[in-house]
């Protein structure tokens, strides 16, 4: 059969060749080691933690290598595309202060020269590749029905075969003759277009993946569909096409594809283009019943991406998280360099997990107690009340009623060496401060065990009596070591751990009680800032409550 002719029956208004496809998207200029990256979700209106983690991961390789990575829309299947799909996913990653270089950059919008970003619109260059993959004699129109192909595989499961699919001595259409198909085509019989496969399964191919090593696989022999009846490409047709002609060196994508690697490297040299690069990243991992299981959408709030935005969790806590997950020397990076840009963290694929990095919410909130101990006062007030301004409306009036007081609240010590690391993520802050603010203050006056509602008694009227609202914090605790003596306890602990018949107890035991009293918490960052906080009207007004609530116990 002349395949020409062929090709030209197949599809008579493409006229865009190779050639031009070539030149019209030549080989990017990078520097040497370079990679270009690409992130190429489906719009389906739902983030995955894993999403984020493998668009983290091409960034990271592109930037880390002095490259680039862009992002492209793999709206093929309709299906599953939501309405606002694409603005979901770059308001996606902008709450995480990611962005890419080149790419679709919003509902309508792109930006680079490799363009169309978006699947849907690169209708062309399918066609194009498409033909010319006919006039090769390397695709062939196949018109098998679903009924067809149904009974084939009825047949090869009857006659014990080991390798299922479309392929070899069952690939029917293969044999067509121009003539059949011209009839088929003319009477509109509808048909997809097959690789033809020149696989050998007894010939292995050896790929060398950036992240899992050297994996040997057996030659691809199956005459996979390339375009659908509607003309739109399968994903193994667009990946290699869409690849190739984006320039991209380098595919990161989720292990899921490895077992298509071969149809993938089948199809590159059917198309005469050189292989990308590829590294397969394993899917995060959650402990389940002391085993191992993927991240589940249906299983695990924190699958979710937006899950971590409703709890508080700030986006950079969020991704030095992910930072570790990916490279676990990450950890140790961080502590070195406190406060140096993420992405000049030395990134190697080398050190990902080839089975899948464990998530661990506890861990997570590690991470970000680090990440907001390291932040300013007006960062933590400015991350707490836009939090809240969405999700606790109540908790946003309350702090942005006083900016400057909410501003103080957060700066208790703040800024320090040792930064306190009292808060993981926003929606912690009502607890954290509720005891500095009347409007989210609930007493609550629970004495330690070893001491008895007139021990208190006495320790808060003493206190009373001395507190001074201006003192400064060595005076004022110098006053909280002067009333132990007279009311039976000891200024010096390790006295008292001597000697602890000869006390009621020691100075630790007195400030508890003053702290209780004040806040109605058992701890407390700097009791002293806290009181000058609350000023001195409100701190005697509470301990005076509190000293009712003991005495009427009684
Ligand atoms: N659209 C594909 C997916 O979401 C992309 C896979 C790839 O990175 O090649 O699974």
Redesign the pocket.
Known sequence: MNNDDLASLLFPHVHLTLEELEEKYPPRDLPEGAKAT?????PTGFMHLG?LF?AFVDILAARSSGGLCFLRI?DTDKKREVEDGVSAIINGFAAFGLSFQEGVTGFGTEKGLYAPYTQSERAEVYQAMAKRLVQNGQAYPCFCSEEELSAMRDEQERAGAQVKGYFGPWAKCRELTYEEIEQKVNAGQSWVLRLRSGGDENKRIVLDDLIKGKIEMPENTMDVVLLKADGIPT?HFA?ACD?HFMRVTT????D??LASVSVHIALFKACGFKLPKYAHVAPVMKEDAGGKRKLSKRKDPEAAVSYFAKEGYPAESVLDYLMTLINSNFEDWRRANPRADRFEFPFSFKKMSQSGALFDLVKLCDVSKNVISLMTADEVYSGASEWAREYDPELYNILTADPGFAKAVFSIERGGDKPRKDIAKWSEVRDYAAYLYDALYTPNIALPENINPDGAAAILKAYLDAYDASDDKDTWFQKIKDLCGPLGYTPNVKEYKQSPEKFKGHIGDVSSVIRIAATSRRNTPDLHAIMALLGKDRVRERINAALSCLTANN
């Open positions: 690409r992130f190429p979700p489906s999403n493998t793999e994903y990946h690849d595919v990161i994508r989720g899921e594809w």
